[in-house]
């Protein structure tokens, strides 16, 4: 109703849009429609890339299929059998992998792209079973069992701790496809590092409030009706109340831009918040898992992490190179929370480690925009080529 009456007031060829204020009363139609409308999931639009200079078509193939979760592979028309596998697992924590756009951008000239694609709770059956934070680290190390030896493993944000614990169940197997190298990025390796408003949020309450207070059924005529998840839409409002100001301004911004006629910045503000504002649910057992073990009792930092009752011992990584990445100002995951996990991976030889700090950069821009793309990506490829 509100996008009808936005057009109306808007047409050149509607009388009501000559009237005065006419334009103002659009603008505030436009914005409110922009707020509470449902966002669908995003797509990469990641069509061609430039390998050596040429631009080359990209075709998104899934490799494999899974329950909560697909693996997508970037295919490029290009014959490139020296470029490194990569496999990105892009984080279950509200919202769609499409958030990593930027960063398999970057990758695609020079790499073998891979991405974890995973799903809406709300989309999954409950006759497909329960999902936790174990069955999150078997998918992982599926992936990467199905993409083989010689594979690149990059982490962003929430799944640097399932990541990292794949990794060194697959090292102490012996496993053939263990991760040649892997880097972790802006994640809560150890959340008791200078903890930021979320791990503070995490420690501030017990497990039951969050079960109480956070997790509902979904409602019919979803596919996964009554499943328990942890909504996306509980996660959007966390992360727009941390930076209220910034979203309020952006808001005030468009209406502006909508009531002044430029299309440029209405543009712009629509294509980030069209992502932003796409948010998935997560299933109950894996959020809440998360929340106790990774963020409450800290079991990764602590040496206590168990695998379906098994303990994780990172110190069995000896040789994957490893790489952290932090940004100075994230204020999500604190410097030094990423960097600790160099102290649990005491066996991997120095020289192939690294750790890089970003100054002047939050949380987002650490895989997206232009310190991303200019800085942090090319040190990425090296240390990848290094190892």
Known sequence: MTGAQSKLLQHPLSPFSHVPGARSIASAYGVFGDLTRRYSKP????????CDGKQVD????????????????FQRNVERPDDPKLLIVAPLSGHFASLLRGTV??????????ITDWRDACQVPLSAGDFGLDDYIDYVIDFIDHLGPD?????VCQPVVPVLAATAIMAEDGHPATPRSLTL???????????????????????SWFKRNLVHPV???????????????????????????????????LFTSIRDGEAGKVSRHRDFYNE????????????????????QEFHLARGCFKHHGRLVNPAAIRDTALMTIEGEKDDISSPG?????????????????????????????????????????????????AA
Not at 105 to 114: F, G, I, Q, S
Not at 285 to 293: K, S
Request: net charge positive; aromatic share 10%; hydrophobic share 40%.
């Open 276 to 295: 932003y504002l796409a948010v998935m649910d997560l299933p109950a057992t894996y959020y809440l898992d998360t929340i106790q073990r990774v963020f």
């Open 185 to 207: 990025m802006s994640g809560p390796i150890d959340g008791r590092v200078d903890p930021t408003t979320p791990c503070k949020l995490a420690t501030k309450h017990k497990l």
């Open 219 to 253: 409602p019919a005529p979803y596919p996964g009706a009554l499943r328990k998840v942890y909504p996306g839409f509980l996660q959007l409002a966390g992360f727009v109340n941390m930076n209220l100001n910034r979203h309020v301004d952006a808001y005030r911004g």
């Open 151 to 155: 594979t690149h493993v990059l982490a």
């Open 337 to 385: 929370q990423t960097r600790a996990a160099h102290d649990l991976c005491v066996n991997v030889p120095e020289a192939r480690r690294l750790h890089h700090l970003q100054p002047g950069v939050g949380h987002y821009g650490v895989f997206n925009g232009s310190q991303w793309r200019e800085t942090i990506a090319p040190r990425l490829r090296d240390f990848i080529r």
């Open 43 to 50: 797509a990469f639009n990641l069509h061609t890339t430039l």
């Open 105 to 114: 951008e970057a990758m695609l000239p020079d790499h073998d792209v891979y």
């Open 58 to 73: 990209v075709r998104e193939v899934i490799t494999s299929r899974k329950s909560f979760a697909q693996l997508k592979h």
